[in-house]
């Protein structure tokens, strides 16, 4: 049976880094969830049916993490000793707070029907490009080891990913 890798990258046989191969990824779990699937140890002892258990939901999380990149970011900078959980005030840019502030009133701000599919899609499409550019710094400054500005980053994506879904859940509640 599989074992647990030393890391969720080693585990998919993917290299450690910010830039993630999809497709690779998708197939590399499929194939390994069909080798360890609990229901193929059924008929097993109860340390095999245990370990199939585990080992899937280790896949699962693993899987689960290196699809996300704000969860991947996370992993990375996990991977290298920094703790993403314990937030300092010089992790966060004030410029990076109002704007989240501002941003969220101009979605609070809007009609709730049809009319502000325009402005909503307007805000989506702002938000990704910024998200894709903070993915780009994020992974520039892992590449550097520049930790300290990495989780910055890391930080300002969370911001923009949260701020991204609560966008699409304003379009989903108008459509």
Known sequence: MLSIA?????????????????????TQFRELQTIVHPDRFAAAGDDQRLRAIKLSSYLNEAYETLKSPLRRAGYLLQLRGVDVEQVEQSDLDPELLF????????????????????????????????????QQEFAGSLARSNLGQAKKLFHELQFLTKLQAEIEKAEDAII
């Open 99 to 134: 704007e989240q502030i501002s941003l969220r009133e101009s979605l609070a701000e809007l009609p709730k029907d049809e009319s502000a599919l325009d402005r909503i899609d307007e805000l989506n499409r702002a938000t990704s490009v910024k998200l894709a550019r903070r």
């Open 6 to 26: 030393d890391n969720y990258f080693s585990q998919f046989e993917l290299p450690v880094g910010f830039e993630m191969d999809l497709d690779r990824l998708n």
